[in-house]
């Protein structure tokens, strides 16, 4: 649809012009105005794409519009048709950047090749104001990911090329991280942003890290973000039939916070392991009542057992804390029963110690029972942590071995569909568990490192082969090529496109 507004002081030289317009079988919406002064009266509350004006007109002539509406910044195509053919009327109509000058009377054919070339450059603006947005939209998004993931301002400022400014970076209160279980984001989720706009506006920006994460950005810190995730949690699951998992950062102050904002969301989000009948993490959740959430014994338990086979000291010492945590200072467990548990997992590290026979676990376990309060009870097992540490360091960890597995997996295989959980099977660990070793081993989060390695392969296949991109996102494990450029202009801030193109 365009707009239209036709401008001369006769009828019927108007109604000529109408006629015209219609023959060309474009979708017009038409306005009239009998002279340069209504013209502008009615363009001050309207915007119109073409304005066709005469020149000689009473209270303010064709040229004297124009001038008024080139001064006030205004950006329509104007198109002179009159019966002057005076060079001095021509010589301001190029000044004034006038479409065409069609002299009276109106010559169809010419008529007709005069619309279709404004239309065709109003067509070309509009693509490049829309191609401008969405560049802008782009930075935007790349300075966003480059702070999420931890880069400093002046690397920051190197990428944008100083060519946007970043203090919109230091506007953010608060962060969300979403999170799946499945790549949720590279097959079914490509909509999620314009659906989250719809559902929950209060967002200021979003940002997808990978198929299994995005990022929620919030300049507002008085929101319910408790019921804001909890109202996303619920619309998820109906609208997509799937469960999704949501952390919520502290407070955050400049563009330094992001990061640690990440952090944070991503050291909540382990909770997720521990508490499974919760979708939303936060700081303190577990003191807000008194029906705070529980930690599973089975699910810790499980996770000790596995800490001692990889021979990881400082998880097993993290994660016996957390078991501790539930029962000290509690008064609703029996002494006997919290015994039983304790003295089940000092059998359970007595069979991991070198050395060590039924007689001295008989003992260790005696004195437990004998034990009169919960911190001698804590003191025994740590102790026996402690010698277990000391094992540990006299026999390497394994955990270094299974990440160097899980690394050249990923290495030969990121053209398939991997993830956190399949990874996890392949060296029996729970999937938390080894994005919780990952991270320590390598300094970078799990998913974050199979990202990073599939974008520089994309990177060196664009620069290095003539491979269609198609095919290029397909062997880097991005069956949608929607996704993949999407996620590829995130990393390196252009298109697949244009870094091809200009050889970056």
Same mark, same amino acid.
């Given at each position: #649809?365009?707009?239209?507004?036709?401008?001369?002081?006769? =009828?019927?030289?108007?109604?000529?012009?109408?006629?015209?317009?219609?023959?060309?079988?474009?979708?017009?919406?038409?306005?009239?105005?009998?002279?340069?002064?209504?013209?502008?009266?009615?363009?001050?509350?309207?915007?119109?794409?073409?304005?066709?004006?005469?020149?000689?007109?009473?209270?303010?002539?064709?040229?004297?519009?124009?001038? @008024?509406?080139?001064?006030?910044?205004?950006?329509?195509?104007?198109?002179?048709?009159?019966?002057?053919?005076?060079? %001095?009327?021509?010589?301001?109509?190029?000044?004034?950047?006038?479409?065409?000058?069609?002299? =009276?009377?109106?010559?169809?054919?010419? $008529?007709?090749?005069?619309?279709?070339?404004?239309?065709?450059?109003?067509?070309?603006?509009?693509?490049?104001?829309?191609? =401008?947005?969405?560049?802008?939209?782009?930075?935007?998004?790349?300075?966003?990911?480059?702070?999420?993931?931890?880069?400093?301002?002046?690397?920051?400022?190197?990428?944008?090329?100083?060519?946007?400014?970043?203090?919109?970076?230091?506007?953010? @209160?608060?962060?969300?991280?979403?999170?799946?279980?499945?790549?949720?984001?590279?097959?079914? %989720?490509?909509?999620?942003?314009?659906?989250?706009?719809?559902?929950?506006?209060?967002?200021?920006?979003?940002?997808?890290?990978?198929?299994?994460?995005?990022?929620?950005? $919030?300049?507002?810190?008085?929101?319910?973000?408790?019921?804001?995730?909890?109202?996303?949690? !619920?619309?998820?699951?109906? /609208?997509?039939?799937?469960?999704?998992?949501?952390?919520?950062?502290?407070?955050?102050?400049?563009?330094?916070?992001?990061?640690?904002?990440? *952090?944070?969301?991503?050291?909540?989000?382990?909770?997720?392991?521990?508490?499974?009948?919760?979708?939303?993490?936060?700081?303190?959740?577990?003191?807000?009542?008194?029906?705070?959430?529980?930690?599973?014994?089975?699910?810790?338990?499980?996770?000790?057992?596995?800490?001692?086979? #990889?021979?990881?000291?400082?998880?097993?010492?993290?994660?016996?804390?957390?078991?501790?945590?539930?029962?000290? %200072?509690?008064?609703?467990?029996?002494?006997?029963?919290?015994?039983?548990?304790?003295?089940?997992?000092?059998? /359970?590290?007595?069979?991991s110690l070198p050395a060590t026979d039924e007689k001295e676990l008989n *003992?260790?376990?005696?004195?437990?029972?004998?034990?009169?309060?919960?911190?001698?009870?804590? %003191?025994?097992?740590?102790?026996?942590?402690?010698?277990?540490?000391?094992?540990?360091? =006299? !026999?390497?960890?394994?955990?270094?071995?299974?990440?160097?597995?899980?690394?050249?997996?990923?290495?030969?295989?990121?053209?398939?569909?991997?993830?956190?959980?399949?990874?996890?099977?392949?060296?029996?660990?729970?999937?938390?568990?080894?994005?919780?070793?990952? @991270?320590? *081993?390598?300094?970078?989060?799990?998913?974050?490192?199979?990202?990073?390695?599939?974008?520089?392969?994309?990177?060196? #296949?664009?620069?290095?082969?003539?491979?269609?991109?198609?095919?290029?996102?397909? /062997?880097?494990?991005?069956?949608?090529?929607?996704?993949?450029?999407?996620?590829?202009?995130?990393?390196?801030?252009?298109?697949?496109?244009? $870094?091809? @193109? !200009?050889?970056?």
């Open positions: #649809m365009y707009k239209i507004l036709i401008v001369d002081d006769e =009828k019927i030289e108007r109604n000529g012009i109408r006629m015209l317009l219609n023959s060309l079988g474009y979708s017009f919406e038409i306005a009239e105005a009998s002279n340069g002064q209504a013209a502008y009266d009615l363009m001050s509350g309207n915007e119109f794409d073409i304005v066709l004006t005469d020149i000689k007109m009473p209270f303010m002539n064709g040229m004297e519009l124009i001038k @008024k509406c080139r001064d006030n910044g205004s950006e329509q195509k104007f198109i002179i048709f009159s019966g002057c053919n005076e060079f %001095g009327y021509a010589k301001q109509a190029v000044k004034m950047d006038v479409s065409d000058y069609i002299l =009276k009377p109106v010559d169809p054919s010419e $008529f007709e090749d005069t619309i279709n070339k404004v239309i065709g450059e109003i067509e070309e603006s509009r693509v490049h104001k829309e191609l =401008k947005i969405k560049s802008i939209e782009f930075m935007h998004e790349h300075m966003l990911y480059l702070a999420t993931t931890g880069a400093s301002m002046s690397e920051i400022k190197e990428h944008n090329k100083d060519l946007l400014p970043t203090d919109f970076l230091d506007g953010f @209160k608060r962060m969300m991280l979403i999170e799946f279980n499945c790549d949720f984001f590279g097959r079914k %989720g490509m909509d999620f942003k314009k659906y989250l706009e719809k559902t929950e506006p209060r967002t200021d920006a979003y940002l997808n890290l990978n198929p299994q994460q995005s990022v929620l950005y $919030f300049n507002d810190d008085n929101l319910p973000f408790k019921e804001i995730a909890d109202n996303i949690c !619920n619309d998820v699951a109906i /609208t997509y039939n799937t469960k999704c998992f949501i952390a919520i950062s502290g407070k955050i102050e400049g563009y330094e916070g992001i990061a640690k904002g990440m *952090e944070e969301m991503e050291a909540l989000m382990e909770n997720k392991f521990y508490d499974r009948n919760s979708n939303v993490f936060y700081k303190g959740m577990n003191n807000e009542n008194d029906e705070a959430v529980q930690t599973d014994d089975d699910t810790v338990i499980k996770q000790m057992k596995q800490d001692v086979k #990889m021979k990881d000291a400082a998880s097993l010492r993290e994660h016996f804390a957390i078991f501790c945590e539930k029962y000290s %200072g509690k008064h609703d467990f029996s002494q006997v029963y919290v015994k039983f548990l304790f003295s089940n997992l000092l059998k /359970t590290f007595y069979e *003992e260790e376990i005696e004195l437990l029972y004998k034990s009169e309060d919960f911190d001698t009870v804590r %003191g025994i097992v740590d102790k026996n942590i402690d010698r277990l540490a000391n094992s540990f360091d =006299k !026999n390497p960890s394994m955990v270094h071995r299974e990440i160097e597995i899980v690394k050249k997996y990923i290495y030969e295989h990121f053209g398939e569909d991997i993830s956190v959980e399949s990874l996890s099977k392949m060296v029996y660990m729970a999937p938390s568990y080894l994005s919780s070793v990952f @991270k320590k *081993e390598t300094g970078v989060n799990l998913s974050r490192f199979i990202k990073t390695y599939r974008m520089e392969q994309a990177k060196d #296949m664009l620069e290095n082969s003539m491979a269609k991109i198609v095919d290029i996102s397909e /062997t880097c494990g991005y069956p949608n090529v929607s996704y993949f450029c999407s996620s590829f202009r995130e990393y390196f801030g252009i298109s697949p496109q244009k $870094f091809r @193109k !200009n050889g970056e």
